[in-house]
């Protein structure tokens, strides 16, 4: 394997221009046709469905454990049952329908088709050649998967697995740095850079009970001020958290070196930006209030 020394956050940057083109589908009309097609009405069902099915016909025990800041309550509310409805297999294939779908509606025809995309699938599936299984069971499932032919979706499904690799390993970072799902979820969206709580309680299935008590515990360890704002120490904790994490993820972006990530970061903003103005996410998604 070759490796290049990056920049500092290099990784982390490429990650934040791939990783919401995969989120896209989880606020697509697509995916509420081609999941309805399968009996699927449930929103929280499709993407419970969608992000689990390559672990397989799994409950919500698994699902806790690897997705880690859901509530088990809403977890077992729709696991297993869903697949009752609807295969882990049925599921695969109506999320890549939906993510070709959403692309083409999302980015155009002509950017799907560029070489510019051909270039970016490239890329992306060059770093994920130094993803590594071990510990890591979101990306490992989908590391199972085929790659599909199509360049757009190929690039769909090289940003699925960086965006595995690195949330497995963000799971170690928060258990090292002590923080449980809604204190994670707490703290993040202090940071501004978070869902904001109406998103993360309507989601995830918590409270407003369960979240006031995470941010009293955040306050009890210095970590927030009394206005709910991350204190020195609550910004250090996150900062190092990042910091871990991108220990954890570094290999693939060392793997494609410098200038690819470079490369794959200027492409990836690219079709993000394109993707937003279209109307890709909720206009509050992210935000503190």
């Known amino acids: 394997m070759t490796t290049t020394a ?6 982390r940057r490429c990650h934040n221009a791939l990783n919401p ?4 589908l989880y ?5 509420d046709r081609e999941f309805g097609a399968l009996g699927l009405t449930d929103q929280t069902a499709m993407r419970l469905a969608s992000r689990s099915a390559a672990l397989g016909a799994v409950g919500p025990g698994t699902v806790a454990a690897t997705f880690y800041n859901y509530n088990h309550e809403l977890l077992a509310r ?3 049952a869903v697949w009752e409805t609807a295969s882990p297999a049925q599921v695969l294939e109506a999320r890549l329908r939906t993510a070709d779908a959403t692309l083409r509606r999302l980015l ?3 950017a799907v088709a560029s070489a510019e995309m051909a270039e970016a699938a490239e890329l992306a599936l060059r770093a994920t050649e ?5 510990a890591r069971p979101l ?12 360049p757009h979706l190929a690039y769909w499904h090289a940003a699925t697995l960086l965006r595995e690799h690195r949330g497995d390993g963000h799971l170690a970072a928060l258990l090292s740095a002590g923080l449980d799902p809604v204190e994670a979820l707490a703290s993040h969206t202090a940071t501004g850079k978070g869902m904001s709580p109406r998103w993360v309680l309507g989601s995830r299935g918590w409270r407003r009970a369960d979240w006031e008590a995470a941010v009293e515990r955040l306050r009890g360890r210095g970590l927030l001020d009394a206005d709910g704002e991350l204190t020195e120490e609550g910004k250090a904790l996150r900062d190092e958290l990042e910091e871990h994490t991108d220990r954890l993820d570094a290999a693939p972006y060392e793997h494609l070196g410098a200038a690819g990530v470079e490369r794959l970061t200027e492409l990836g903003r690219g079709f993000l930006v394109t993707a937003a103005v279209a ?3 909720p206009a509050d998604l992210v935000g503190k209030e």
């Open 279 to 281: 109307g890709a996410f």
């Open 27 to 31: 606020f697509s009309p697509d995916m």
């Open 108 to 110: 155009g025809e002509e």
């Open 6 to 11: 990056l920049p500092p956050r290099a990784g």
């Open 21 to 24: 083109l995969h989120s896209t």
């Open 139 to 150: 990306y490992a499932a989908h590391a199972d998967l085929p790659v599909p032919e199509e």
């Open 130 to 134: 130094a993803c590594t299984r071990h």
């Open 78 to 80: 729709h696991l297993p």
